[in-house]
């Protein structure tokens, strides 16, 4: 069944249900995480652990299966997170990419667009590994994509890469390598970026958010092929874009 509207493909990501349980000597500790992933369809619980002082997250899925462990040291990297153009991210210290590998598919509540933006970097930042395929990313307002327009005058250079943007606004600007696709309606309620790589799945990956406060957002970014392709699909056929 194929995707009508960004809202569905946020609903259908977010349905399956997670839990983050936080295991550390502090409950000071999980307040944050709290905020950012407690939603409708995570919960995050905190289980004292007074042996373990930098602490650590395990994730359940909806069977309370065992999914992974990770450090709480590693999720500075989202709750505060530095940013970098994607062509750097490999020489930098900071590793998002684990914390993101880890958080897969685990929908999140209330980020900023400081957070939101260093997730579309990995995203990004794989594209331009990859050099071949095709790269959509929504821009709610004009200035957004003025922001963002140097690095995606640079994206759009690299191999044989597509890069669309989807705006929310008209546009008037010479571009250098990009398209522009000026829309009205959901386009200007969330924030996407997604990915397809021409020759395998295993690089697609896609971040979708609803802005359902003033500059918070809640959201899932996943590396389902199939769901990406669908989010592609959508964009394409509502939008009358094509990629690579």
């Given at each position: 069944?194929?995707?009508?509207?960004?809202?569905?493909?946020l609903?259908?990501?977010?349905a399956?249900?997670?839990?983050?349980?936080?295991?550390?000597?502090?409950?000071?500790?999980?307040?944050?995480?709290q905020?950012?992933?407690t939603?409708?369809?995570?919960?995050?619980?905190?289980?004292?652990?007074?042996?373990?002082?930098?602490?650590?997250?395990?994730?359940?899925?909806?069977?309370?299966?065992?999914?992974?462990?990770?450090?709480?040291?590693?999720?500075?990297?989202i709750?505060?997170?530095?940013?970098?153009?994607?062509?750097?991210?490999?020489?930098?210290?900071v590793?998002?990419g684990?914390?993101?590998?880890?958080?897969?598919?685990?929908?999140?509540a209330?980020?900023?667009?400081?957070?939101?933006?260093?997730?579309?970097?990995?995203?990004?930042?794989?594209?331009?590994?990859?050099?071949d395929?095709?790269?959509?990313?929504?821009?709610?307002?004009?200035?957004?994509?003025?922001?963002?327009?140097?690095?995606?005058?640079?994206?759009?250079?690299?191999?044989?890469?597509s890069?669309?943007?989807?705006?929310?606004?008209?546009?008037?600007?010479?571009?250098?390598?990009?398209?522009?696709?000026?829309?009205?309606?959901?386009?200007?309620?969330?924030?996407?970026?997604?990915?397809?790589?021409?020759?395998?799945?295993?690089?697609?990956?896609?971040?979708?958010?609803?802005?359902?406060?003033?500059?918070?957002?809640?959201?899932?970014?996943?590396?389902?092929?199939?769901?990406?392709?669908?989010?592609?699909?959508?964009?394409?056929?509502?939008?009358?874009?094509?990629?690579?």
């Amino acid at each position: 069944m194929s995707l009508e509207t960004l809202g569905e493909a946020l609903e259908r990501a977010e349905a399956e249900r997670k839990r983050l349980e936080v295991h550390a000597s502090d409950s000071d500790v999980a307040v944050d995480l709290q905020r950012q992933f407690t939603s409708r369809n995570v919960a995050v619980e905190y289980r004292r652990a007074a042996a373990f002082q930098d602490g650590f997250v395990v994730i359940r899925d909806s069977d309370d299966e065992f999914r992974g462990a990770l450090g709480l040291e590693g999720f500075d990297a989202i709750l505060s997170p530095e940013i970098h153009p994607p062509w750097t991210l490999e020489e930098t210290d900071v590793d998002l990419g684990e914390l993101l590998d880890f958080l897969e598919g685990t929908p999140f509540a209330s980020a900023d667009r400081r957070q939101l933006l260093a997730v579309s970097r990995e995203i990004e930042e794989r594209a331009w590994r990859v050099a071949d395929g095709t790269l959509y990313a929504g821009f709610q307002r004009e200035a957004a994509f003025a922001d963002q327009l140097e690095v995606y005058e640079r994206l759009a250079t690299r191999g044989t890469l597509s890069v669309t943007a989807f705006l929310d606004d008209a546009w008037d600007a010479p571009l250098e390598g990009p398209s522009v696709v000026s829309a009205s309606g959901e386009i200007g309620r969330f924030w996407f970026v997604a990915f397809e790589a021409a020759d395998t799945d295993r690089q697609s990956c896609a971040l979708v958010a609803e802005e359902r406060q003033p500059g918070k957002y809640d959201g899932v970014w996943t590396y389902d092929p199939a769901f990406v392709g669908e989010l592609i699909e959508h964009l394409e056929r509502s939008y009358g874009v094509s990629g690579a």
